[in-house]
């Protein structure tokens, strides 16, 4: 009888002891788990901390700028974004330089004459509008041709590759900006409209109105 008493008390000691290896290997593998995401963590972490913070539009007095343009807020901000990222990232890796004239399109289109075909006659309006993400990547992608893109007021995209006609005599620019610039400040200082040029070299935009520039944004 002692016999099997002790037989069944080593077979418990044998269940204890496969219940603690069984309750070892969890922890363990657990203790492995926690390990290996404390680890992803921190290297996220370090990533997110050396990443260049993000450069943000600096600050002006938007309101003043739009005042008499009769251009909208939306549109404005919707240009001046596709503008900042065309500076910072140009086109397939190469810098380019464009300008956007907003407002006062009739009197524009006037003014200026177009270089090549215009890409955007043809559409209906509401496939013309800036908010249209699949415009933004045209306007990217057309950023590309000479000449200047003309928006109205509204945001519809009225042309791409439009050469400005006027006199840029009468109007008086830094040196060192070429003839895009001195075109668009032509063409603000008779016009309502507002200018939006973007520097191949650099990348620096400039924001024009009634002939002169009223805000400078370095990438």
Known sequence: MSKFKQASELCEDFNELGVMRTLASYYYNRALTLEKNILINSKQETSESLKPAKKETPAFDEPLLLNGTGVEKAVFEAVLGMAVEIGREGREGHSIGTAFILGDSANIMAKSRQLILNPFAGHSRETRM????????????????????????????????????????????????????????AITSMTKALGIVVSQSGGVIRIFKGGKIAVTIRP
Do not use: C, W
């Not at 933004?136 to 042309?159: H, I, T, Y």
């Open 130 to 185: 800036v908010s249209d993400p699949e415009i933004r990547d045209n306007v990217k992608e057309f950023a590309q041709l000479d000449g200047v893109f003309v928006v109205s007021a509204e945001g519809v995209v009225e042309a791409a590759g439009r050469y400005i006609t006027v006199d840029t005599g009468m109007v008086s620019i830094p040196r060192g900006l070429g003839t895009r610039h001195s075109s668009v400040a």
